[in-house]
Structure formats: C-alpha cells, structure tokens
C-alpha cells in the first residue's frame, strides 16, 4: 500500500476550487494523493446565479466544467453525492463508494436556512445551484402562460421574494428588469404584475451603508419593486405567503432568499456546529480534528470585534489558499499560517447597468458600480480559469 498522503477535498464551490487549484500548484510530485468530489461535473458560480433565476442570462454562463479548471493529471476529480462524512475511521460514504482520507477539507457549501417557518421547505424555492434557478425561471415564465388560460388569477402574475439581504435585493432587480418582458411576449397588461420585496429587519440590506441602501431602494422602487420592510413572512402556503400580523399576499410564485446554513452532513458526522458551521479554528480545522479543514459557507470565523463574517464567495476564496497552504506544511512538517480575511469590499447588482458597492474605502453607485461588479466577476474567472476562462465565459458576465 502506498503511503502517500490522501487528502480529500468534498465540493467544488469557491473554497473547494482554489483549495484543489492551490494544492495541485504548490504539492511536488507524489507528494500527496489529492481528490475532488463534486456532485455535478462542473463548477458553477453562485454569485451570478440571480440572473439566470430571473431569466435574464442563461445557465451556461454560470458555469464552467471541471475538468477545463484542474489539471487531472494532479487531481483526481470524482463526480458524486457524499452521503455520510465518518471521521472515526477517516472515511467519505458517496453514493456509489467509500473513499479514505489522512487530510480531510469540506467546502460542501451552504443550504437554505428556513428557520422552521411552516410551509417554507414544501412552497419556495431557492436561489442554490444551476438546477434550482431552471427550475425558478421556469416556473416564472409558466406562469403568466397561465394566467392567459385563467385571466381571474392574477396570483399568477404576482411574485414574492422572501430576505432583502444581498441575495433577495440582486435578484428582485433582475427579476423587475425581466416581468415587463414577459408580460409584453404574453400580452398581459404589465400594470397587473406584482413584485414583493418582503424584510422582517427595519432595513434592506441589515449593516449595509446607508446611504446606499437608500439608493438601492429608490432604483429598485422606480423599477417595480415593492418593498414591505420590517414585516416577517411567518408562513409560506401553497396561496403565497402570511406576513406581519397574519396578511396574507396570494402568490403563485414565493422565493426565499431568507439566509444560509451549512450542510447538514456536517452536524451528522458529530462535528460541533452552529447553523450548520464549524468555529474552525485560525489555521481554518475543525478543533478535536486536526486533520479537517473546513472552508467557506460551512466555516465560521470572527471579525475583531467578535462579529461573524459573513458567508461570502471573497473568504471561501482566501480561505481556499489558506487550506492549501497548511494542507501542504502540515505534509512537510511546517508551521501553518494563521488565516486572515482581507476584506475588498461588496458589491450588490441591481439589474441592468444599476449597483451599489463599498470598496476601497469608497462608495459606489450606479454604472461604475455596476462596472466594478464585472470586474470583479471577470477577476474571478481569471483566478481559476487564467485568460482562456475570461475569454470564453467573461463577455457573459
Ligand atoms: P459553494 O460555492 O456553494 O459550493 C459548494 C459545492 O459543493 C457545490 O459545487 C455543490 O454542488 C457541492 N455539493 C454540495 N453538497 C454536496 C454533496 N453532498 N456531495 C457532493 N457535492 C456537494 N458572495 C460574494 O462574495 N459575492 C457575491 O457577489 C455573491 N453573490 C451571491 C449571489 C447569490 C445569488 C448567492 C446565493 C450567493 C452569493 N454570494 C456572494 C455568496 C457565495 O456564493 C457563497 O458564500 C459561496 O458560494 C460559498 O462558497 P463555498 O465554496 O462554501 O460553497
Ligand atoms: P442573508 O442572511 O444575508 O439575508 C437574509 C435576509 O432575510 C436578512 O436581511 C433577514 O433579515 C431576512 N429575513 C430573515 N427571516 C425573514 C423572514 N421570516 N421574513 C422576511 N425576511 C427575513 O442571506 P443572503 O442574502 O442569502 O446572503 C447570504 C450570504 O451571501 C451573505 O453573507 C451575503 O453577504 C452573501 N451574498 C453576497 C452578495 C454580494 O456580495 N453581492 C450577493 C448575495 C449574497
């Protein structure tokens, strides 16, 4: 039996891509086994996927293969579902397999956190992955097919977007720029479609600038949006929604963009979680597991100030080259780092040629935020695809 250290990377998100990508470029030959394990042969960017949900870009370009990213000569690429993590014998249960592991690194990435709201998990849908937003632009675009068959209906022609959270206010602009369109191909009166903005906080976008939340409000106010902000959605049914203090808003289409979690699998293996996410320790492993690394949604790390960081792709990113980096001392028996999030600021699209960001320092509004949004997908592409990945995919974004 070879004793060549096993390490074992579950998920191709952002950690687990540039964990792989960081691995297969500083490990020397033979110096480690390393595997990849992803449920789908491609990568997808999560980051982009509101677009295609609302139907104003297509699910190609949100995503890219595998095997166009990673070198497989230096990475083992395993298409599978992982069903079952067992630490106590250093084991991953796929689907169709077992596989073992010295290193572990999860970066299973995040799921719909529903926080027990009845109805929820069986009525909405979620802005996920590549297969959950066909489903969404589908389901949109049937519906006003729909209403042309049963014109009392107008539930069909009203949607609800559950959290004005980043996820919920950068698809309710796609989705505003998106209705008027669909409404002129099925000739319904556009005056009868309904687009709900629904914040149980006293803010869209909670910690957010103010100034330019505001912004963002106004854009998306003269785009269609209405906003109840400051009004829980208590219940989701299959007639829309009961918000406040028992309203009910009939709607044919709930999306809910109301938070994340990690994955379950995590809790199941017996690792300590909160919401899904392991308080990794500074070198990003589970404490009691030295040889687990956790990356990305399923992490959490604290800012100075004791606060949480938010689950972004930006510090799946950094903690991806943190992972690898202490993936390969702790092969070489060197110290590892500490990881330390550099944060580069936020960017929020708001549909066509409209976003507002803080980034160096700045405020941004409007088309050069909206220009600093491409850049930095068209940053990304680069990172893990180099300039072939920009030319093909970045004309897209
Ligand atoms: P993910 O990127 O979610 O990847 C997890 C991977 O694991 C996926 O490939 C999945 O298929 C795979 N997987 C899951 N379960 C299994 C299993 N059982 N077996 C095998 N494979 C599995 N963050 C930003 O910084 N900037 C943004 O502009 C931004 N925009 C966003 C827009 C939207 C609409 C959404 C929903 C999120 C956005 N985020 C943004 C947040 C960001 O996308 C996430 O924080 C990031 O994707 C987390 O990366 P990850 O590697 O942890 O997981
Ligand atoms: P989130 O947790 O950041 O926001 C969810 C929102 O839903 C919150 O404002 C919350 O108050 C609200 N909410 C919760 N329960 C509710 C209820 N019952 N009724 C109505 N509203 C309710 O989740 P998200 O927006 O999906 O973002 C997840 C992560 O992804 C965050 O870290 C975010 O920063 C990141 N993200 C970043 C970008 C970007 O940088 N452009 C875009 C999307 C997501």
Request: charged share 25%.
């Amino acid at each position: 039996m070879s004793n060549i250290p096993k390490i074992v990377i579950l998920g191709a998100g952002y950690g687990g891509v540039l964990t792989a990508l960081r691995l297969q470029k500083e490990l020397n030959y033979n110096e480690a086994d390393v595997t990849l394990v992803n449920k789908h042969d491609y990568h997808y960017f999560t980051t982009h996927l509101h677009m295609p949900a609302a139907g104003t870009d297509k699910t190609e370009n949100a995503r890219v293969s595998i095997s166009k990213l990673i070198d497989e000569f230096k990475i083992d690429f395993v298409k599978s579902t992982v069903v079952q993590i067992r630490t106590q014998d250093k084991k991953v249960i796929l689907e169709d397999g077992t596989l073992s592991y010295d290193y572990l690194v999860i970066g299973l990435g995040g799921e719909p956190e529903t926080f027990g709201i009845p109805g929820m998990l069986e009525h909405a849908m979620n802005i996920r992955s590549i297969n959950s937003v066909r489903l969404i632009r589908e389901h949109i675009e049937y519906q006003f097919a729909r209403y042309k068959r049963e014109p009392h209906r107008t539930d069909y022609l009203t949607f609800v977007v559950g959290g004005a959270g980043f996820t919920g206010i950068e698809f309710v602009g796609e989705l505003a720029d998106r209705l008027p369109e669909l409404a002129k191909q099925n000739d319904v009166d556009p005056a009868l479609v309904k687009l709900y903005n629904i914040e149980a906080a006293p803010s869209a976008l909670p910690g957010f600038d103010p100034e330019l939340v505001e912004y963002a409000m106004q854009v998306l106010t003269r785009k269609g949006v209405t906003f109840r902000i400051g009004t829980a959605i208590k219940e989701c049914t299959a007639d829309g929604v009961i918000v406040g203090e028992g309203e009910e808003i009939k709607a044919a289409t709930v999306i809910w963009a109301a938070g994340v979690r990690g994955n379950r699998l995590i809790e199941e293996a017996g690792i300590e979680t909160m919401r899904g996410r392991v308080k990794v320790d500074d070198s990003l492993r589970v404490p009691g597991n030295d040889n687990i690394y956790v990356v990305g949604d399923n992490s959490l790390m604290f800012n100075a100030e004791g606060r949480p960081f938010p689950p972004t792709a930006q510090i799946a990113m950094q903690q991806g080259v943190t992972c690898a980096h202490n993936l390969v001392a702790s092969i070489r028996n060197q110290p590892l780092k500490k990881f330390e999030f550099k944060n580069k600021g936020t960017v929020a699209s708001l549909g066509k040629g409209e976003a507002v960001g803080l980034a160096f320092g700045k405020k941004y509004k409007g088309g050069v935020a909206a220009l600093l949004k491409k850049a930095i997908d068209i940053r990304y592409l680069y990172i893990i695809g180099g300039i072939p990945l920009v030319v093909r995919k970045g004309k897209f974004l």
